[in-house]
Structures are given as C-alpha cells and as structure tokens.
C-alpha cells in the first residue's frame, strides 16, 4: 500500500493550488480510511491541516486554513484532494498525505510534495 501525493510547486501570495494524493494498493479498503493532510513547515513540527472521514465525507480544518483550504475524496479512484485558495507566505511547507485506519487507528503516510508560497 503507498499513498503519492502531487501537485505541490511554487505559487504567488493569493494565488492556488491543488494537491491530489492517490491510494496504490489492490488490498487497500479506501473506504475503510479517513484520509488527512497534514503540513511540516522548515524547523517545525508537523500540523494537521484538513480531515475528511470515510463515513460521511464530513470535513473538517485547522483555524489556520479554515475558509481557504478544502478537502474532497473519490472513493472510486481511491483519491484526496486539497484544494487551496488564497494562499499565504506562511502556507509554505511540504505537505502530506495520511490514512487513517478507522478501525486499526494506524496511519499510512505518503512521502509528501512541496508547496512554496513567495513573490
């Protein structure tokens, strides 16, 4: 099982991006797995950003990218996106993709994609 996130790269303040991750794996279960993005800033710990559960699609965000970021998945293609408007110098970050098994509570992390927000 590996997740591969893309569409990370360098935007303009105010500008968007929208990152996809994919699921490979012919025994990964997508809808056994809330899926969530998380970001690690240089010299910081790594933040939570956005979830959406498997159940429902519900969503939810950090206060920092509430209103700005949002979250989607297609079961069917075993995909998550990150769509993100208006970002922000501070946005900059390697951005990754994780699973959450909701029944095991083990993550699977992808290996991340780089978002660089500067003029």
Known sequence: VQLVESGGGLVEPGGSLRLSCVAFGSVFIFSDYDMRWYRQA??????YVAGIASIDSSANYADTVKGRFTIS????KKMVYLQMNSLKPEDTAVYYCA??????QRYIWGQG???????
């Open 42 to 47: 240089p010299g910081k710990g790594r933040e």
């Open 73 to 76: 998945r297609d079961n069917a």
């Open 99 to 104: 699973a959450l098994n909701r029944y095991s």
């Open 113 to 119: 994609t780089q978002v660089t927000v500067s003029s």
